[in-house]
Protein backbone atom coordinates (compact mmCIF):
# COMPACT_ATOMS: atom_id res chain seq x y z
CA UNK A 1 0.00 0.00 0.00
CA UNK A 2 1.05 3.47 -0.74
CA UNK A 3 2.20 5.79 2.04
CA UNK A 4 0.26 9.00 3.33
CA UNK A 5 2.60 11.96 1.96
CA UNK A 6 4.70 13.73 4.53
CA UNK A 7 4.59 17.74 5.16
CA UNK A 8 8.08 17.96 5.83
CA UNK A 9 8.90 21.77 7.05
CA UNK A 10 12.10 21.02 8.37
CA UNK A 11 15.43 20.23 6.96
CA UNK A 12 16.91 17.79 9.58
CA UNK A 13 13.56 15.86 8.97
CA UNK A 14 14.06 16.04 5.39
CA UNK A 15 17.75 14.74 5.65
CA UNK A 16 16.79 11.61 7.93
CA UNK A 17 13.88 10.63 5.34
CA UNK A 18 15.81 10.84 2.17
CA UNK A 19 18.42 8.84 4.08
CA UNK A 20 16.16 6.31 5.35
CA UNK A 21 14.96 5.98 1.71
CA UNK A 22 18.74 5.71 -0.03
CA UNK A 23 19.73 3.03 2.86
CA UNK A 24 16.53 0.87 1.75
CA UNK A 25 17.84 1.03 -2.06
CA UNK A 26 15.58 3.98 -3.23
CA UNK A 27 16.45 6.35 -5.84
CA UNK A 28 15.00 9.82 -5.19
CA UNK A 29 13.54 12.02 -7.83
CA UNK A 30 12.54 15.74 -7.60
CA UNK A 31 10.60 18.58 -8.53
CA UNK A 32 10.81 21.96 -7.22
CA UNK A 33 8.22 24.48 -7.43
CA UNK A 34 6.45 27.79 -5.90
CA UNK A 35 3.23 26.31 -5.25
CA UNK A 36 -0.29 27.54 -6.96
CA UNK A 37 -0.09 24.12 -8.43
CA UNK A 38 -1.29 23.58 -12.20
CA UNK A 39 -1.87 20.39 -14.58
CA UNK A 40 1.45 21.63 -15.56
CA UNK A 41 3.31 20.56 -12.29
CA UNK A 42 1.47 17.68 -11.51
CA UNK A 43 2.83 16.55 -15.40
CA UNK A 44 5.99 16.64 -13.72
CA UNK A 45 5.13 14.88 -10.62
CA UNK A 46 3.89 12.04 -12.84
CA UNK A 47 7.15 12.08 -15.04
CA UNK A 48 9.00 11.90 -11.72
CA UNK A 49 7.30 8.96 -10.33
CA UNK A 50 8.23 6.86 -13.57
CA UNK A 51 11.95 8.05 -12.98
CA UNK A 52 12.28 7.27 -9.35
CA UNK A 53 11.02 5.18 -6.55
CA UNK A 54 10.27 8.44 -4.15
CA UNK A 55 8.92 11.91 -5.44
CA UNK A 56 9.88 15.10 -3.10
CA UNK A 57 8.47 18.03 -4.10
CA UNK A 58 9.04 21.62 -2.62
CA UNK A 59 6.43 24.39 -2.39
CA UNK A 60 8.67 27.62 -1.79
CA UNK A 61 7.71 31.16 -3.32
CA UNK A 62 11.50 32.34 -3.17
CA UNK A 63 11.66 35.76 -2.31
CA UNK A 64 15.31 36.43 -3.90
CA UNK A 65 13.49 35.72 -7.58
CA UNK A 66 11.78 38.33 -7.75
CA UNK A 67 12.53 42.38 -8.09
CA UNK A 68 11.16 45.07 -6.51
CA UNK A 69 8.06 45.95 -7.88
CA UNK A 70 7.05 42.61 -8.90
CA UNK A 71 4.11 40.48 -7.61
CA UNK A 72 5.83 38.71 -4.82
CA UNK A 73 3.24 40.07 -2.10
CA UNK A 74 0.44 38.82 -4.70
CA UNK A 75 2.18 35.10 -5.94
CA UNK A 76 -0.54 32.59 -4.71
CA UNK A 77 -0.27 30.98 -1.80
CA UNK A 78 -2.47 27.63 -2.13
CA UNK A 79 -0.48 25.22 -0.05
CA UNK A 80 -3.92 23.53 1.19
CA UNK A 81 -4.87 23.15 -2.64
CA UNK A 82 -1.51 22.30 -3.27
CA UNK A 83 -0.77 19.54 -1.14
CA UNK A 84 -3.88 17.95 -1.82
CA UNK A 85 -3.18 17.23 -5.11
CA UNK A 86 0.47 16.00 -5.05
CA UNK A 87 -0.59 13.40 -1.78
CA UNK A 88 -3.12 12.73 -4.62
CA UNK A 89 -0.69 12.03 -7.41
CA UNK A 90 1.52 9.67 -4.77
CA UNK A 91 4.35 12.15 -3.86
CA UNK A 92 6.31 11.09 -1.05
CA UNK A 93 7.40 14.25 0.65
CA UNK A 94 6.20 17.58 0.32
CA UNK A 95 9.25 19.74 1.04
CA UNK A 96 8.03 23.38 2.43
CA UNK A 97 10.84 25.58 4.16
CA UNK A 98 9.68 28.91 6.12
CA UNK A 99 11.61 31.83 4.30
CA UNK A 100 13.86 32.00 7.70
CA UNK A 101 15.07 28.82 7.33
CA UNK A 102 15.84 29.17 3.81
CA UNK A 103 17.47 32.90 4.30
CA UNK A 104 18.73 32.99 7.99
CA UNK A 105 20.13 36.02 9.25
CA UNK A 106 23.54 37.40 7.21
CA UNK A 107 22.75 34.82 4.52
CA UNK A 108 24.92 36.13 1.83
CA UNK A 109 26.07 33.91 -0.68
CA UNK A 110 24.73 34.82 -4.39
CA UNK A 111 25.09 32.16 -7.35
CA UNK A 112 25.06 34.56 -10.65
CA UNK A 113 25.48 32.14 -13.98
CA UNK A 114 26.87 34.75 -16.53
CA UNK A 115 26.13 34.30 -20.32
CA UNK A 116 22.61 32.24 -20.28
CA UNK A 117 21.38 34.29 -17.58
CA UNK A 118 22.26 37.79 -19.28
CA UNK A 119 19.63 38.10 -21.73
CA UNK A 120 15.89 37.51 -21.83
CA UNK A 121 14.48 37.62 -18.79
CA UNK A 122 17.77 38.21 -17.11
CA UNK A 123 17.93 41.53 -18.80
CA UNK A 124 14.34 42.51 -18.05
CA UNK A 125 14.05 40.84 -14.79
CA UNK A 126 17.40 41.91 -13.37
CA UNK A 127 18.71 39.64 -10.65
CA UNK A 128 15.82 37.18 -11.43
CA UNK A 129 18.67 34.32 -12.59
CA UNK A 130 20.88 34.57 -9.61
CA UNK A 131 17.42 34.37 -7.20
CA UNK A 132 16.80 31.44 -9.13
CA UNK A 133 20.29 29.67 -9.11
CA UNK A 134 21.32 30.14 -5.85
CA UNK A 135 17.31 28.78 -4.10
CA UNK A 136 17.70 25.89 -6.34
CA UNK A 137 21.29 25.20 -5.52
CA UNK A 138 20.48 25.49 -2.14
CA UNK A 139 17.14 22.97 -2.80
CA UNK A 140 19.50 20.36 -4.48
CA UNK A 141 21.60 20.15 -1.53
CA UNK A 142 18.94 20.17 0.82
CA UNK A 143 17.33 16.99 -0.82
CA UNK A 144 20.07 15.64 -2.95
CA UNK A 145 18.00 14.05 -5.59
CA UNK A 146 19.24 11.21 -8.16
CA UNK A 147 17.48 13.58 -10.45
CA UNK A 148 15.53 16.74 -10.77
CA UNK A 149 12.49 17.75 -13.11
CA UNK A 150 11.66 21.38 -14.37
CA UNK A 151 9.04 22.74 -17.28
CA UNK A 152 10.34 23.49 -20.42
CA UNK A 153 8.12 26.29 -20.40
CA UNK A 154 10.82 28.30 -18.58
CA UNK A 155 13.42 27.45 -20.96
CA UNK A 156 16.28 30.13 -19.67
CA UNK A 157 15.78 29.03 -16.22
CA UNK A 158 16.75 25.19 -17.08
CA UNK A 159 19.39 26.49 -19.40
CA UNK A 160 20.79 28.27 -16.21
CA UNK A 161 20.48 25.11 -13.89
CA UNK A 162 21.86 23.35 -16.23
CA UNK A 163 24.63 25.91 -16.78
CA UNK A 164 25.64 25.95 -12.71
CA UNK A 165 25.07 22.05 -12.30
CA UNK A 166 27.91 21.70 -14.83
CA UNK A 167 30.07 24.46 -13.73
CA UNK A 168 29.62 23.50 -10.08
CA UNK A 169 30.09 19.81 -10.72
CA UNK A 170 26.97 19.09 -8.78
CA UNK A 171 26.53 15.28 -7.97
CA UNK A 172 23.43 15.84 -6.94
CA UNK A 173 21.57 15.53 -9.17
CA UNK A 174 24.55 15.62 -11.72
CA UNK A 175 23.99 17.63 -14.95
CA UNK A 176 22.65 15.18 -17.26
CA UNK A 177 20.00 14.00 -15.04
CA UNK A 178 17.97 17.25 -14.90
CA UNK A 179 15.23 16.82 -16.93
CA UNK A 180 13.30 19.09 -19.33
CA UNK A 181 9.69 18.10 -19.41
CA UNK A 182 7.59 19.79 -22.30
CA UNK A 183 5.34 22.35 -21.55
CA UNK A 184 1.65 21.87 -20.90
CA UNK A 185 -0.96 24.18 -23.11
CA UNK A 186 -4.46 24.56 -22.83
CA UNK A 187 -6.86 23.95 -25.33
CA UNK A 188 -6.34 27.40 -27.12
CA UNK A 189 -2.70 26.65 -26.94
CA UNK A 190 -1.61 28.99 -23.70
CA UNK A 191 1.22 27.63 -21.93
CA UNK A 192 0.00 26.59 -18.49
CA UNK A 193 1.28 28.79 -16.02
CA UNK A 194 0.47 30.01 -12.08
CA UNK A 195 0.04 33.35 -13.22
CA UNK A 196 -2.70 32.95 -15.24
CA UNK A 197 -4.82 32.83 -12.80
CA UNK A 198 -4.33 36.66 -12.65
CA UNK A 199 -5.93 37.18 -15.96
CA UNK A 200 -9.73 38.37 -16.31
CA UNK A 201 -11.60 36.23 -18.77
CA UNK A 202 -10.95 39.31 -21.77
CA UNK A 203 -7.37 38.85 -20.49
CA UNK A 204 -7.30 35.32 -20.70
CA UNK A 205 -9.24 35.15 -24.08
CA UNK A 206 -6.43 37.65 -25.68
CA UNK A 207 -4.03 35.52 -23.99
CA UNK A 208 -4.46 32.79 -26.62
CA UNK A 209 -2.87 35.14 -29.40
CA UNK A 210 0.50 34.83 -28.18
CA UNK A 211 1.13 30.97 -28.86
CA UNK A 212 -0.58 31.62 -32.09
CA UNK A 213 1.41 34.18 -32.82
CA UNK A 214 4.50 32.45 -32.48
CA UNK A 215 3.17 29.70 -34.15
CA UNK A 216 2.68 32.23 -37.44
CA UNK A 217 6.28 33.21 -36.83
CA UNK A 218 7.57 29.62 -36.74
CA UNK A 219 5.75 28.50 -39.90
CA UNK A 220 7.07 31.93 -41.47
CA UNK A 221 10.72 31.54 -40.66
CA UNK A 222 10.70 27.56 -41.78
CA UNK A 223 9.55 28.73 -44.81
CA UNK A 224 12.33 31.32 -45.44
CA UNK A 225 10.73 34.04 -44.15
CA UNK A 226 13.57 36.83 -42.84
CA UNK A 227 13.72 36.34 -39.13
CA UNK A 228 13.60 40.02 -38.39
CA UNK A 229 10.06 40.45 -40.59
CA UNK A 230 8.62 37.31 -38.53
CA UNK A 231 9.46 39.14 -35.31
CA UNK A 232 8.18 42.20 -35.95
CA UNK A 233 4.90 40.71 -37.43
CA UNK A 234 4.90 39.03 -34.17
CA UNK A 235 4.93 42.20 -32.02
CA UNK A 236 2.97 43.85 -33.99
CA UNK A 237 0.17 41.06 -33.86
CA UNK A 238 0.50 41.28 -29.78
CA UNK A 239 0.34 44.69 -29.65
CA UNK A 240 -3.03 44.92 -31.16
CA UNK A 241 -4.13 41.79 -29.73
CA UNK A 242 -4.38 43.03 -26.29
CA UNK A 243 -1.09 43.11 -25.08
CA UNK A 244 0.25 46.25 -23.44
CA UNK A 245 3.97 45.58 -24.18
CA UNK A 246 6.66 43.00 -25.54
CA UNK A 247 9.88 42.65 -23.46
CA UNK A 248 11.79 40.67 -26.39
CA UNK A 249 10.49 38.28 -28.90
CA UNK A 250 13.66 36.21 -30.19
CA UNK A 251 15.14 33.47 -32.05
CA UNK A 252 18.24 31.95 -29.90
CA UNK A 253 20.49 28.84 -30.20
CA UNK A 254 18.57 26.38 -27.74
CA UNK A 255 21.50 26.22 -25.61
CA UNK A 256 24.00 28.61 -25.29
CA UNK A 257 20.54 31.06 -25.81
CA UNK A 258 22.60 33.54 -28.10
CA UNK A 259 20.52 35.64 -30.59
CA UNK A 260 20.94 34.64 -33.63
CA UNK A 261 19.37 35.84 -36.75
CA UNK A 262 18.30 32.75 -39.03
CA UNK A 263 18.13 29.03 -38.31
CA UNK A 264 20.83 27.11 -38.71
CA UNK A 265 21.85 23.64 -38.32
CA UNK A 266 21.81 23.51 -34.07
CA UNK A 267 18.46 23.57 -32.52
CA UNK A 268 16.56 26.98 -32.01
CA UNK A 269 14.07 28.38 -29.74
CA UNK A 270 11.69 30.77 -30.48
CA UNK A 271 11.39 33.21 -27.14
CA UNK A 272 9.08 35.72 -26.15
CA UNK A 273 7.85 37.74 -22.98
CA UNK A 274 4.95 40.13 -23.28
CA UNK A 275 2.87 41.88 -21.12
CA UNK A 276 -1.19 41.61 -20.52
CA UNK A 277 -3.34 43.28 -18.25
CA UNK A 278 -0.50 43.92 -15.75
CA UNK A 279 0.50 40.43 -16.29
CA UNK A 280 3.83 38.94 -17.88
CA UNK A 281 3.57 35.79 -19.39
CA UNK A 282 6.24 34.10 -21.16
CA UNK A 283 6.40 30.99 -23.63
CA UNK A 284 9.34 29.91 -25.72
CA UNK A 285 8.76 27.13 -28.71
CA UNK A 286 11.33 24.87 -31.17
CA UNK A 287 11.88 26.07 -34.27
CA UNK A 288 13.19 23.43 -37.06
CA UNK A 289 16.97 23.54 -37.75
CA UNK A 290 17.19 24.03 -41.50
CA UNK A 291 20.09 22.32 -43.38
O1 LIG B 1 10.11 27.55 -11.69
C1 LIG B 1 9.87 27.79 -10.50
O2 LIG B 1 8.78 27.55 -9.99
C2 LIG B 1 10.95 28.46 -9.65
O3 LIG B 1 11.70 29.36 -10.40
C3 LIG B 1 11.85 27.44 -8.93
C4 LIG B 1 12.64 26.59 -9.92
C5 LIG B 1 11.02 26.54 -8.04
C6 LIG B 1 12.87 28.18 -8.05
O4 LIG B 1 12.24 28.96 -7.09
Given at each position: MQSAMLAIHRLDHLRTTVAAWRDAGESVAFVPTMGALH????????????????VVVSIFVNPTQFGPNEDLDAYPRTLQADSELLAAEGVNALWAPDAGAMYPEGFATSIDVSGVSADFCGASRPGHFAGVATVVCKLFNQVQPDCALFGEKDWQQLAVIRRMARDLDLIRPRVDSIIGVPTVREDDGLALSSRNRYLDETARRQAAALPAAMRTAIAGIENGQPVAQ??????????????????????????????????GARPARLL?????????????MAVEPQS
Open positions: EGHLTLVRAARERAGRALGTLETTLLTQGFSRVDYAALADADTLERIDAPVAAHIANTRLIDN
